[in-house]
């Protein structure tokens, strides 16, 4: 059974319908009725969202490598979809094979913040699944993984298991204790197989553990039938080792992050005290430079991205940073690829780096001073200073940019109303640098997050929140600062969800049934709902945000550990109290933190790598001025790929001829783009056998020869039927389309023959017809026959109608197919629904 068809019908409703096609470049089908193990992956937020995830891009690649195990991928649905999903009671869907997501052996989720659990169970809901592990029998085991593993009691009772730490360390055990136990006759049932788990190191099993409380205060967890009392997160030892992303699907449409990632390293020691992550991910350990060289050019040529991300929690701190764009830059000296660092550390800021990232693309210079003040910068462990951040920006200025973005915090412990109006005169000394700069100022809310020496603080409430961003909004005068600032009620939320115990899935579940979903989107962010769903469920949410705990109190997320040790945190705490700050152990002694002892692992550094230590010397980009070679190619657009924009569908193509490694020729300035132009953009939802689109490369090549490397590298829909080099004097293709030639089959009962007849009579014998065209941004009058160049015609057969016209195109525009039938439909009494008709281009005719 498939469900993602009977949605796609419907594409005309969805406002992105290339979030459900699937069939990307690269993504993996199986054959889903033999392969042993069948894992359905998702993230709980939009398309394009979770296609930015790496984690699970990892996965996906790791796991659809083994032979007995097919991997497909699932994201929340927008509102859109889901309304679809609802009114035809279809079940949520997986997009490479379109199955029901309930069909599979495991759902897995990954839980990247607090404020998605509610689409959790939105999806549950929609796949048809029991929102609660305890009423399932036979659908699919819930996994939940991701940074909010550190404390899931908040959703414990709507998940299976969680895997603790780096999955892709513990999958292939899960895979192969599952298709034992499937073998077996799936003896014992669920919980047999559950128990099972409970071997594997990395595993939380919730229906193991019973929380205990006195009233409202939580007491700690009782381990049932043997379950371990803690467990302790798994780690990759060898990241330079362990596999990952060969062939990432390349989406048909954008996304958040658009780019390929080259992950430098894994983990942070800075040791940030507001930072989850910085705690969580540790120890710090690097992949040697020629591998992430080999990564690198895989990533490229499998994907046709025209830019590489150098990923990290604290990219700028990999220890041979600079070579390795230089070597990178080298690599890719002739294919116009740029290299991207998520933002810059003040402290090491130089501008030869970020001109070598910014080399082929210009843009805003992004930092994080995190506090406005000298003293609570030292609080939170930030080592920076005003004198960093000020000099890093005059030299940048000084070189030619002129934005810089400025991320801060509001309600940092012992934070001041002086710390506050440091914020506003950090940025007027960046702003008064140089005239004309522009300064913008990112300013989030403080959420205390488990396993940080800030876990036990309380949160300030929203009211509180509110006066410090106003105040801070006050103190902003210069017009050359932008200010930006987060939800607080949002942030809130967040906070109480993040510190929660397990009671608070039935606030969860009961703000979930109110309508709350998307709720990190703050347009959709129903706070009226959520205080609804506390009150219903007898809970006082400042009990999770506004308490500050004892530090010996039992916590609810003590029993998944990230490996760091309590008392390093406590000790943390207490320098933060006294102003101290401590060092990065990468470049000083061990600080204690108890990660490496307790988990077995070591900080790897390329020093321990045995990496060479000589300086790499940039070779010239190749610039000889050959004049490119032209060509034009034929394509055709099938049903797959008819719900791509025009815009989808030109990248799809420059992605395949970056992949097709033919010489692809480039403009040239800070933003070079491939020299490709399509004649005429084809509406959403339209086939068409005639799309011309012209490209130049820097060399000659055989046109048969261009025609099988592209056609190598298309997606199924997108297909080459010729391709023709042109002479230097040519037109663009653009500016020859003349018209376009159409036909529409839609399903037809042949005694509506003799009306839908008269319809097209009077509709050609029209002298003259306007209609009103409605867009987002402007509503125009346009006169239809002015556009018609050839008379509608209309044949039945086998209970299809035939639907037959020409469209003109013009210096002033043209009109799309569906206004022709919605046309015919409204004004002539046509007798069929033409909205769901089958629309295809059967000829574009150029002018000569």
């Excluded at 195990?69 to 699932?74: A, D, G, I, Q, S």
């Excluded at 197989?193 to 700690?220: C, M, Q």
């Excluded at 949002?490 to 397990?502: H, I, M, P, T």
Aim: hydrophobic fraction near 40%; proline fraction near 5%.
């Amino acid at each position: 059974m498939t469900a993602g068809g009977d949605v796609m019908k419907n594409f005309f409703e969805l406002t992105k319908p290339a979030r459900y096609t699937g069939g990307e470049f690269n993504s993996v089908t199986k054959n889903f009725d033999v392969t042993p193990c069948r894992i359905a992956l998702a993230l709980p937020d939009v398309y394009e969202v979770g296609m930015s995830n790496l984690g699970l891009a990892i996965l996906y690649s790791i796991l659809n490598r083994r032979a007995d195990t097919l991997c497909e991928r699932v994201y929340a649905p927008w509102i859109d979809a889901e309304k679809i999903l609802r009114e035809e009671n279809l079940p949520l869907f997986a997009l490479e094979s379109q199955r029901p997501v309930r069909e599979f052996d495991f759902l897995g989720f990954s839980l990247q913040y607090e404020m998605i659990y509610t689409n959790v169970l939105n999806m549950l809901d929609l796949a048809k699944i029991p929102l609660h592990s305890a009423q399932r029998v036979d659908e699919p085991f819930i996994i939940g993984g991701g940074p909010c593993v550190y404390n899931v009691e908040p959703v414990a009772d709507f998940f299976d298991f969680f895997i603790v730490g780096e999955a892709e360390e513990v999958f292939g055990e899960v895979v192969e204790k599952f298709i034992a136990w499937k073998n077996s006759g799936k003896v014992g049932g669920r919980k047999n197989f559950l128990k099972e788990l409970l071997n594997v190191r990395g595993i939380y099993v919730p229906s193991f553990y019973e929380p205990l409380y006195s009233g409202e205060k939580f007491l700690g967890m009782k381990t049932l039938e043997g379950a371990p009392p803690k467990i302790l997160k798994r780690v990759v030892k060898d990241f330079d080792a362990t596999p990952t992303v060969e062939k990432p699907v390349v989406p048909f449409m954008e996304i958040v992050h658009d780019r390929a990632m080259l992950e430098l390293f894994r983990g942070c020691s800075r040791g940030c005290r507001f930072c989850q992550a910085g705690m969580t991910y540790r120890p710090v350990r690097e992949r040697k430079e020629e591998t992430l060289r080999a990564m690198a050019r895989r990533l490229i040529d499998s994907s046709g991205w025209d830019e590489i991300s150098l990923t990290s929690l604290s990219s700028a701190d990999y220890s041979c940073l600079s070579r390795l764009i230089d070597d990178l830059q080298n690599d890719f000296r002739n294919e116009k690829v740029s290299f991207s660092l998520p933002s810059l550390r003040i402290d090491s800021f130089s501008i030869e780096l970020a001109e070598k990232v910014q080399a082929v693309r210009k843009s805003g210079l992004t930092f994080a001073p995190e506090a406005g003040t000298q003293r609570l910068r030292d609080v939170i462990n930030k080592n920076v200073t005003e004198e960093n951040l000020l000099t890093a920006c005059e030299a940048a200025f000084a070189k030619g940019w002129r934005a810089v973005k400025l991320y801060f915090m509001l309600g940092l412990p012992t934070e001041t109303d002086d710390d506050i109006a440091g914020i506003a005169d950090l940025a007027k000394k960046v702003a008064n640098l140089k005239r004309g700069v522009k300064v913008t100022i990112s300013v989030s809310c403080f959420v205390p997050k488990p396993w940080t020496p800030f876990q036990w603080v309380a949160q300030i409430s929203a009211a509180e929140f509110e006066r410090r961003q106003n105040f801070l909004k006050s103190l902003i005068t210069n017009r050359a600062i932008t200010y930006n600032w987060h939800n607080a009620k949002l942030s809130v939320l967040e906070g109480v969800l993040a510190r929660g115990d397990r009671r608070l899935s039935a606030v969860i579940e009961a703000a979930w049934q109110g309508g709350a979903k998307f709720d990190g989107w703050s347009d959709l962010f129903k706070p009226d709902v959520w205080a609804a769903a506390f009150e219903s469920c007898g809970i006082d949410p400042k009990n999770f945000s506004e308490r500050e705990r004892d530090f010996w109190e039992p916590l609810p997320w003590e029993h998944t550990s990230p490996g760091v040790d309590k008392n390093f945190l406590l000790a943390e705490w207490e320098k933060s109290q006294a102003g101290e700050t401590t060092r990065d152990c990468r470049r000083t002694s061990c600080t204690g933190c108890g990660v490496c002892m307790n988990l077995g692992a070591k900080i790897i550094r390329n020093e321990e790598l045995g990496i060479r230590n000589d300086k790499t010397n940039l070779i010239p980009h190749s610039s000889l001025l050959i004049p490119n070679c032209k060509y034009r190619a034929q394509i055709r657009k099938g049903a797959e790929i008819a719900v791509l924009s025009h815009l989808d569908y030109m990248n799809v193509f420059m992605r395949a001829l970056i992949r097709s490694k033919l010489p692809a020729a480039w403009s040239e300035g800070f933003n070079p783009h491939l020299k490709v132009s399509f004649a005429t953009a084809l509406a959403v939802g339209v086939t068409s056998d005639c799309e011309y689109v012209d490209f130049e490369l820097t060399a000659p090549i055989a046109e048969t020869e261009v025609l099988r490397r592209l056609n190598a590298q298309l997606p199924k829909g997108a297909e080459l039927i010729r391709v023709k080099k042109l002479s230097g004097k040519a037109k663009p293709v653009m500016s020859l389309a003349e018209m376009s030639r159409y036909e529409v089959r839609l399903p037809f009962e042949e005694k509506f023959f003799d009306a839908a007849q008269i319809a097209v009579k009077n509709f050609n014998a029209a002298a003259e017809i306007k209609f009103t065209r409605i867009t987002p941004k402007k509503t125009r009058e346009l006169e239809l026959k002015k556009y018609l160049a050839e008379p509608v015609e209309i044949t039945l057969a086998g209970g299809e109608l035939l639907i037959k016209f020409g469209i003109r195109i013009t210096a002033e525009g043209s009109i799309k197919p569906s206004e022709v039938l919605k046309i015919l439909r409204e004004q002539f009494d046509f007798p069929a629904e033409v909205s769901t008709a089958k629309i295809n281009r059967t000829k574009l005719l150029l002018k000569r």
